[in-house]
């Protein structure tokens, strides 16, 4: 069984980036349309913050280390997540109900 494409739209859609990130970093507000911190991922050290999240796009992006994605992919990376089990978190946090297409094994 798989999950459905609706339904990781539906996580994509409702999982507020700026929270997600915020749980690997510190976050600050800087103008009116994104949030920069230092880069959460582990193989970036850094001093100044190169971490960008904009939560209109719901996207994130280090202009030090040039990994990006959304927050299905950070989940996964930062947690050692599947792809599945990232978004049955994030599906979780956010409240969606997950549906699944296919029959299991």
Excluded: W
């Excluded at 089990?85 to 109900?97: D, I, M, T, Y």
């Amino acid at each position: 069984m798989k999950v459905s494409p609706r339904s990781i739209e539906e996580v994509r859609d409702t999982a507020n980036i700026v929270e997600v990130a915020s749980e690997f970093t510190a976050l600050k507000r800087h103008g009116t349309n994104y949030y920069t911190g230092l880069c959460p991922y582990p193989d970036h050290q850094e001093k100044t913050p190169s971490f960008s999240v904009s939560p209109d796009k719901n996207f994130y992006y280090c202009f030090g280390c040039s990994k990006g994605g959304d927050a299905i992919k950070l989940v996964m990376e930062l947690k050692s997540f599947s792809f599945v089990e990232a978004v049955l978190h994030l599906a979780e946090r956010s409240g969606v109900e997950v549906k699944f297409e296919g029959r299991s094994p």
